[in-house]
């Protein structure tokens, strides 16, 4: 996998403790499992929510939907119960 070297500036703190936590030859593969975690909760976020919104928008066309055939479905079963 071809990699690429970026700067970025972290609190003094949480250097110290990741680089206690993670031997010194697997921190580039930590912080890539990391940032791509990351992006793939955003991602599933997204998604998430793109969903809802789908829902909330259908709601009202469902209840059209109800409202328009709903007197077919009683006399549905009406005739049924008979």
Known sequence: MKTEKRTYALPPDTIDRFE????P???SRVI???IREWLAQ???EAVRQEIIKGCEDMAAV???IEHEW???D???HR???Y
């Open 62 to 64: 469902y209840q059209d």
């Open 42 to 44: 955003r991602e599933r």
């Open 70 to 72: 709903h007197p077919v």
């Open 20 to 23: 206690q936590a993670v031997d």
């Open 74 to 76: 009683e006399e549905l």
């Open 32 to 34: 890539s499992e990391l």
């Open 79 to 81: 005739a049924v119960e």
């Open 25 to 27: 030859g697997h921190r």
